[in-house]
C-alpha cells in the first residue's frame, strides 16, 4: 500500500512539472502575439485559433492550471514553441546580416518571403 501511495505522488509531481512547463510556453507565446498593453485575451484567442486549441483551454492554463495535460496538447504547445525560437533566432540573424549589393539585398528579400518575415522585420 505504501508503494502505490509513493508511485501516485511520484506521478503527479511529473504531471505538474508537464503543466508547469505548457504554462510557460502559452504565457511565451501570448506574449510574443500581444499588440500591446491589455491585448492578452485576444492574443489568447489568436494563439487558440492559429494552434486549433480551444480558448477555454489556454484561459485555464493561465489562470486555473489543472493538474494534468493530455499529451498531444503538450505535444502541440511544444511544437508552437520550437516554431516560435526557430523564428526568434531567425530575426537575430536577419538583423545582424545587411547585405551590401543589391543582387544580396534581394536575396534576403526573398529568402524573407520564403521563411514567412516580411521585408521590416516582424510577421
Given at each position: 500500500?505504501?508503494?502505490?501511495?509513493?508511485?501516485g505522488s511520484?506521478?503527479?509531481?511529473?504531471?505538474?512539472?508537464f503543466v508547469?512547463?505548457?504554462?510557460?510556453?502559452?504565457?511565451?507565446?501570448?506574449?510574443?502575439?500581444?499588440?500591446?498593453?491589455?491585448?492578452?485575451?485576444?492574443?489568447?484567442?489568436?494563439?487558440?485559433?492559429?494552434?486549433?486549441?480551444?480558448?477555454?483551454?489556454?484561459?485555464?492554463?493561465?489562470?486555473?492550471?489543472?493538474?494534468?495535460?493530455?499529451?498531444?496538447?503538450?505535444f502541440t504547445?511544444?511544437?508552437?514553441?520550437?516554431?516560435?525560437?526557430?523564428?526568434?533566432?531567425?530575426?537575430?540573424?536577419?538583423?545582424?546580416?545587411?547585405?551590401?549589393?543589391?543582387?544580396?539585398?534581394?536575396?534576403?528579400?526573398?529568402?524573407?518571403?520564403?521563411?514567412?518575415?516580411?521585408?521590416?522585420?516582424?510577421?
Open positions: 500500500m505504501l508503494k502505490n501511495s509513493l508511485w511520484q506521478m503527479s509531481l511529473t504531471e505538474s512539472a508547469s512547463r505548457a504554462r510557460d510556453w502559452i504565457s511565451e507565446l501570448c506574449r510574443e502575439e500581444m499588440r500591446g498593453a491589455g491585448d492578452l485575451g485576444e492574443a489568447m484567442r489568436r494563439v487558440a485559433l492559429r494552434l486549433r486549441l480551444p480558448f477555454g483551454f489556454l484561459f485555464e492554463m493561465t489562470y486555473r492550471p489543472p493538474k494534468r495535460i493530455s499529451a498531444g496538447r503538450f504547445l511544444w511544437a508552437a514553441h520550437e516554431e516560435h525560437l526557430q523564428r526568434q533566432k531567425y530575426r537575430e540573424e536577419r538583423a545582424s546580416f545587411e547585405p551590401s549589393s543589391p543582387l544580396g539585398r534581394l536575396m534576403v528579400r526573398a529568402a524573407d518571403l520564403v521563411s514567412g518575415e516580411s521585408a521590416g522585420g516582424v510577421k
